[in-house]
């Protein structure tokens, strides 16, 4: 107890009346990307980011012990310290060719290396030009992208989410001394849906801007051996290995002196720990599969296809939805909620995503397709779906 907990006592009533207090859970993994509740009861998992069902898959549980093995469990200090082991040299060698970039520089986790990138790139802009950067970004960023251009000190400019004028536009307006820096992503993490590649990347040549790209749900599950999308468009991309890849952690890969750059400058790389071996044996693990999992990669996409026919055609909304995130947009934190909790009832586990996560009025059930799911299932799933949406409308939920 603390002589403060009233404080926070009351906030936490406020999220509650709000409809938005987060409480995590414990969820045993078992077979097949199945879940087990503390009560024994079993869930299909439609929730995580797990879509090649890699994060059991015996390959990576081997190769995290090999490590473990051969480097600790622990990496015992930062990059710089004794923390870089011949293993990891190797991975970050890999990580860049899967990328078609020069370099990369390994992250304990994506949030980590957004964090670092924004205020490393916007003291390369001082160093370079004597001014801060214009930060151009996509409405839609991940909240680590903005945590970095708050730490970096620099207001970013937003564009409206995909919208090529609007950041073309911006880029017009940017005339500043400083560097113009775009930070977007590949596929949105909350809407399921792509940016345009060719067009960020002419529009980035064009004005001379530093494009950065966040492919966190498109690498290992997108384009060809799982790639990603931003392949020779972007100037830097981030990678993440705890979604597709099945691990944690994340990449930064672009050109040796941008890398270099970042081992100098990033603060997340050079006062932190470096990630677990144990976790990249399981990420180099993921890697040597990525090649031969294209039939898991179309089945993923066939899915995800077969759950939107499904959803449109009981008229729910979708969005831009065209990969292996599928949102059903149903609007209130209630409806979301209730919704969640009537589809968990019955054996799924899609939970609802609310703000601010996601703008007010758009709360959802964020629904994701893995390998392991079989049509079966995903009919079941939109059907659930289905019949609880009648019951909220028959309740009379907004
Ligand atoms: C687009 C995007 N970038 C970065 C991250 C953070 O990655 P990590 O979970 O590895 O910290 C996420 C995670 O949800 C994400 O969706």
Partial sequence: MTRFDHLFQHGLEELAEQGRLRTPRSLQPGVDGLLEKEDGTVLVDFSSNDYLGLRAHPLLRERALVWAERYGAGSGASRLVTGTAPGMVALEARLAALKGMEAACIFSSGWQANATLVPALAQLSLAATGAAPTLIVDKFIH????????????????????????????????????????????????????????????????????????????????????????????????????????GMGAFIASSSPVCRWLVNKGSGYIYSTAPSPLVLGAVDAALDLLPDLDATRDRVAGLAERFRQHMRQAGLETGPSSTQIVPVVVGSERTALTLSRMVEDAGFLAIAIRPPTVPPGGCRLRVVLHGNHTEAQVDQLAQVLKDAVSQCAAMGFA
């Fill in 143 to 246: 909240a680590s992208l903005y945590h970095g251009c708050a730490a970096a000190g620099v207001r970013p400019v937003r564009f409206r989410h995909n919208d090529m004028e609007h950041l073309e536009s911006l880029l017009q307006k940017a005339d500043g001394p400083g560097l113009k820096i775009i930070l977007t992503e590949s596929v949105f993490s909350m809407d399921g849906d792509r940016a345009d590649m060719a067009a960020l990347g002419a529009l980035a040549r064009r004005y001379g801007a530093f494009l950065c790209v966040d492919e966190a749900h498109a690498t290992g599950i997108l384009g060809a051996d799982g790639k990603g999308l931003a392949d020779g468009q972007a100037d830097l991309i981030i990678g993440t290995f705890s979604k597709a890849l099945g």
